[in-house]
């Protein structure tokens, strides 16, 4: 059984690969685009969402987002229900009024671009790891309540996956919380190639709870095999049945 591939960058955001050239690699194994919304003066309003949605549907991409939870301006009703499936993503978040941890370094370390997470005595603090983890939760309930996202992306990247001890830095009880969001309105958990995350735990958490899945290669560039991702499917026993397959399962409102 071939995974469908829902996270993929093009050059119409931060990727390198054209649209067009996109369409070209579906041959090598089913995939999407879904660039970042919103993305700086390339996508950055309802209507940028809809020329994007438009040309890579008629070079006969199935079309995503990966709208950045906490930051995107919200999507009018009939945008998201014409892109044919919506990933929702942190890349920060505001643990206090004016006072954001951003993730880029995390990321960067987790991708292995970078060999030290220099920040990571900082997030040792029991009260930062908790206010972070609270405001995650916030977050993503919004995402699943107002924008309606259908896939979760890289649920646990940030700093706290980068401290590399992730059954500590992420409770079983707080992990329950965020996969039980999920499970209830049928939101998909995305198994991460880039960043690598969830970890085993949390995916065997997910799937005795429930949970749908979702592959995620996150590549800016070239396509690549799924090595890690298959790896994480195996280690964890995964269903394959229980991939989303390139469209949503959401029920409309
Ligand atoms: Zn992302
Ligand atoms: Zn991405």
Not at 5 to 15: L, N, Y
């Amino acid at each position: 059984m071939t995974l469908f591939d829902h996270h993929i960058h093009s050059d119409r955001s931060d990727g390198t690969v054209s649209l067009a050239d996109r369409a070209k690699s579906v041959s090598v194994r089913p995939h999407g685009v879904s660039d970042h919304y919103p993305w700086r003066e390339k996508i950055r309003d309802d209507d940028d969402v809809r020329r994007y949605l438009d040309d890579a549907a008629r070079l006969g991409l199935r079309v995503g987002l990966e709208l950045d939870l906490g930051v995107a301006p919200a999507l009018r009703p009939s945008t998201r229900d014409a892109l044919h499936y919506l990933i929702g993503a942190i890349h920060q978040v505001e643990i206090a009024p004016g006072e954001w941890i951003r993730y880029d370094d995390a990321g960067a370390f987790l991708k292995g671009r970078v060999t030290s997470f220099n920040d990571a005595q900082r997030y040792v603090d029991a009260e930062l790891q908790r206010r972070i983890r609270e405001r995650t939760l916030e977050v993503v309930r919004a995402g699943i309540e107002s924008d309606r996202i259908d896939i979760l992306g890289h649920a646990t990247m940030g700093p706290l996956a980068a401290l590399r001890d992730p059954e500590t830095a992420f409770p079983a009880e707080w992990q329950e919380r965020l996969i039980q969001m999920c499970v209830g309105a049928d939101v998909a958990i995305e198994v991460n190639e880039a960043y690598g995350v969830p970890h085993r735990e949390f995916l065997d958490l997910a799937q005795r709870l429930g949970a749908r899945f979702s592959v995620g290669s996150d590549t800016h560039f070239e396509l690549r095999p799924l090595d890690k991702t298959m790896a994480m499917i195996r280690g964890a026993s995964l269903d394959e049945s229980r991939f989303l397959a390139g469209r949503r399962v959401r029920e409309p409102v």
